[in-house]
């Protein structure tokens, strides 16, 4: 598993019954773990790290499928290129890929009916001006899209006026979708939504967002993220989610976690660990 630590990952799926769930990559961005994870002074292992010493993170959607309908979670951060500046939490980043993939996935972005997204930073609402998505409806939580203003690294007041006769709000518990619901985990930005996706065979996928990072967030859920709008908020719903996240059943998907973003969370008389799942 070690080289899957540190590489972006390709198309991936997983099958709940009649739901089919598969990450579509967009990008992938770089994290400095020690401006992203400020005050932890624990060595990251060598194994999550690329050459240039940083996490690497995946960026890219969760394409839900049930029969003729299709739900995307995040769309990405659209076509991006820029380099890593010097002390920023973010090393380079590229992006520019989500669109070609749904085609070749066989679900081009005008058969999206909706986007939920997790919130409102850029490398997850990427594309939402792009004509490909024009038929799509915008779903955030309803403090997410109340509370814009004040998310850092949202899109600009432009953007977001554009989109706005687009955007439904939705609230903690709604099912946006079949077997799809709302999963309120405030902390990262004010309205930051979790989605959880309950297959017909007995497994439910809870998509998490930025609640995490890294993999090794499981373990340490008490690490402060830098960029995170309320820090200990943020704490408290990872220690909430690493519990769910061992119950039988329960998949998580990690929309950032390099090429291990389907996993489970086990606890064999220690620090809870992520174990890939892949299929």
Known sequence: MSERLSRPAGIRSLQLGETKVTYVPDGVAQLSPRHWFPDTTDTIAPSYLDESGYLVASVGGLLV???????????GIGPVSAPAEPGNPVGAMSGGTLLDNLTRLGRPADRIEAVAFTHLHGDHVGWVGHEALSGAEFLFSEAEWQHRDVVHHAPPAEVLKEMEPRVRTVTDGEEIFPGVRVLLTPGHTPGHAAYVISGDDGRRVIAFGDAFHTPLQMAHPEWRVSVDHDAEGA????????????EPGTVGFGIHFADVQFGRVAVDGGAPGWEPVDE
């Open 65 to 75: 499928e049930r029969a003729d309908r299709a739900l995307l979670i995040d769309s």
């Open 235 to 246: 704490i408290a719903f990872r220690r909430r989610l690493v519990e769910q996240l061992t």
